[in-house]
């Protein structure tokens, strides 16, 4: 304290301590509001088939807000997800979604799949089931073209519910994947007790395939994982080439990541800003050095 700018720097780190949980408390503060404002959107990110073909989307949320501009997900959902609010947010999405769907139908010949985040939250509030269930119906979407992403830890952590709400979901035709599969440091024996149809292979993996030989050991064990438990298996985070290429070796049927697209607006979808058909030909022949 005795030097004049070490006071200085006292003061300009509190103060930016002081920003920040600001920030933190005014964005968690006006969720609920946020969604009667429409300041919610939903971001499409193209999935595509072994053939390159478009498989569908994984719906992503964007918040623009007023002030801050376009947060993303990974600032305001643990904030929604501590207070409980996540489960408005996902009605939102649900909602969302179902409304869309039309819309990026159009974009194809063959049915699009979309899928939807669900958080730990979600998975033990009353009437998840019931809400997706009425939702789908009001606006006439085929449950066969909607999947559910829950992570493992998620899903663990409140077991008994979210079997009960998943399998649910699954009867009701929804196709359910675990996301960020082989990060959540668990037990595999609940795969055998679950309705899960796909397993999407963490994008940490993924982007490790060029680089280490233990993230290409890891990929390869949970598609074999995958493919003896008669389970699909997403890719997600692929950026490169080599990565896709190598994936295609292993048998990965689903193929997500910026190499083909990234999180974009619908209407941006709808103007054909991607070229989508096919997202990859099948003629690829970057061979990965596995030495
Ligand atoms: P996630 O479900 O694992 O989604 C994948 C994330 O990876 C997305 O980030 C996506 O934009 C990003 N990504 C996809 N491909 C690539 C790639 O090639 N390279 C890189 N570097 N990143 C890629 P995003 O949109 O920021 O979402 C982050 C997380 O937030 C999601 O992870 C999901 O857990 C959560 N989230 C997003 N939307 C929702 C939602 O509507 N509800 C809930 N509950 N959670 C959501
Ligand atoms: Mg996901
Ligand atoms: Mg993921
Ligand atoms: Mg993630």
């Excluded at 073209?145 to 077991?159: P, Q």
Aim: hydrophobic share 35%; with cysteine.
């Amino acid at each position: 304290r005795s030097k004049a700018n070490g006071r200085g720097t006292y003061t300009m780190f509190s103060s930016a301590l002081i920003q920040d949980y600001k920030r933190k408390l005014q964005i968690s503060n006006s969720i609920l509001k946020a969604i009667e404002n429409n300041e919610f959107h939903l971001y499409y990110q193209a999935k595509a088939d072994v053939h390159g073909k478009l498989y569908g989307f994984e719906a992503l949320i964007r918040w623009h807000h007023p002030e801050f501009g376009v947060l993303s997900p990974g600032e305001f959902i643990p904030m929604a997800e501590q207070s409980g609010k996540v489960v408005d947010i996902t009605r939102w999405v649900i909602k969302r979604v179902a409304i869309e769907m039309e819309q990026i139908q159009t974009l194809a010949a063959h049915p699009l799949h979309v899928s939807l985040n669900l958080s730990a939250h979600d998975l033990r509030s009353a009437d998840l089931f019931e809400y997706v269930n009425q939702t789908l119906y009001q606006h006439a979407i085929n449950p066969n073209n909607i999947e559910f992403e829950v992570t493992e830890s998620a899903y663990l952590e409140s077991f008994d519910t979210a079997n009960e709400y998943i399998t649910q979901l699954s009867e009701l035709g929804c196709s359910i994947a675990l996301d960020d599969f082989g990060t959540g440091y668990s037990s595999l024996s609940y795969l055998t007790q679950i309705k899960v149809d796909t397993l999407k292979i963490d994008q940490q993996f993924v982007k490790e395939i060029d680089s280490s030989s233990r993230s290409r050991l890891v990929t390869s064990t949970i598609i074999d994982l995958a493919k003896s438990l008669q389970l699909t298996i997403c890719a997600e985070g692929i950026e490169s080439t080599v990565q896709q290429s190598y994936l295609k070796e292993l048998g990965c049927d689903y193929y997500q990541g910026y190499l083909y697209s990234k999180p974009i607006p619908l209407r941006s979808l709808l103007a054909k800003e991607l070229d989508f058909a096919p997202l990859f030909t099948d003629t690829n022949t970057t061979e990965i050095n596995t030495q």
